[in-house]
Nanobody, 112 residues
Framework: AHLAESGGGLVQPGGSLRLSCAAS????????MGWARHVPGKGLEWVSGIYSDGSTSYTDSVKGRFTITRDNAKNTVYLQMNTLSPEDTAVYYC???????WGQGTQVTVST
């Protein structure tokens, strides 16, 4: 079982990025999926989840700015991030729900 994130990078405040997470080796459609982020010294924060029934959840700090979606035909989950701020700088990980499989992470840096 494997998850591979992509789409991170450097963006200016107010900008947008879309993260992708490609899954393989397990029945993707049977699992909820989510995104978490890690800031050194601040621990791991669960950002968003999308579940097998299509429902979604978001941590308060990203509500209205981030959107999680999934494409079961492509075994991929996405995180569209808009109106980014320096506080969103982190390594972003995708994971299954429950969090038994994790990706390797992708760095998102929001800076001028």
């Amino acid at each position: 079982a494997h998850l591979a994130e992509s789409g991170g990078g450097l963006v200016q405040p107010g900008g947008s990025l879309r993260l992708s997470c490609a899954a393989s080796g397990f029945t993707f459609s049977s699992f909820g999926m989510g995104w978490a982020r890690h800031v050194p010294g601040k621990g791991l924060e669960w950002v968003s989840g999308i579940y097998s029934d299509g429902s979604t959840s978001y941590t308060d700090s990203v509500k209205g700015r981030f959107t999680i979606t999934r494409d079961n035909a492509k075994n991929t989950v996405y995180l569209q991030m808009n109106t980014l701020s320096p506080e969103d700088t982190a390594v972003y990980y995708c994971a299954t729900v429950p969090a038994v499989i994790w990706g390797q992470g992708t760095q998102v840096t929001v800076s001028t």
